[in-house]
């Protein structure tokens, strides 16, 4: 059963390459963000400079930093 699992991982990223980083997510990734800020939001499976994201978890991601992304703006 497990090994069947991780095949099914392998085989993910095999055919797409870019799947979610979110941990226990295999979704298909829609956007690519900036490790720093996505760390606030989610977890994730392993340490990255920048995070795929999949649609759902995007959207997540840019409810959630709105205010740190709009202060960054303000800093420039
Ligand atoms: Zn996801």
Same mark, same amino acid.
């Given at each position: +059963?497990?090994?069947r699992? %991780?095949? *099914?991982? &392998?085989?993910? %990223? =095999?055919?797409?390459? *870019?799947?979610? /980083? @979110?941990?226990?997510?295999?979704?298909?990734?829609?956007?690519? @963000?900036?490790? /720093?800020?996505?760390?606030? @939001?989610?977890?994730?499976k392993? /340490?990255? =400079?920048?995070? %795929?994201?999949?649609?759902?978890h &995007? !959207?997540? &991601?840019? *409810?959630? =930093? !709105? *205010?740190?992304?709009?202060?960054?703006? +303000? /800093?420039?």
């Open positions: +059963m497990e090994k699992k %991780h095949y *099914k991982y &392998y085989l993910n %990223h =095999t055919l797409w390459k *870019k799947i979610c /980083d @979110v941990a226990g997510c295999n979704e298909k990734s829609f956007q690519t @963000v900036p490790a /720093d800020l996505a760390r606030k @939001v989610f977890s994730f392993e /340490d990255k =400079t920048k995070y %795929h994201l999949c649609k759902a &995007y !959207k997540e &991601y840019k *409810k959630n =930093t !709105k *205010k740190e992304r709009e202060t960054q703006r +303000m /800093d420039w």
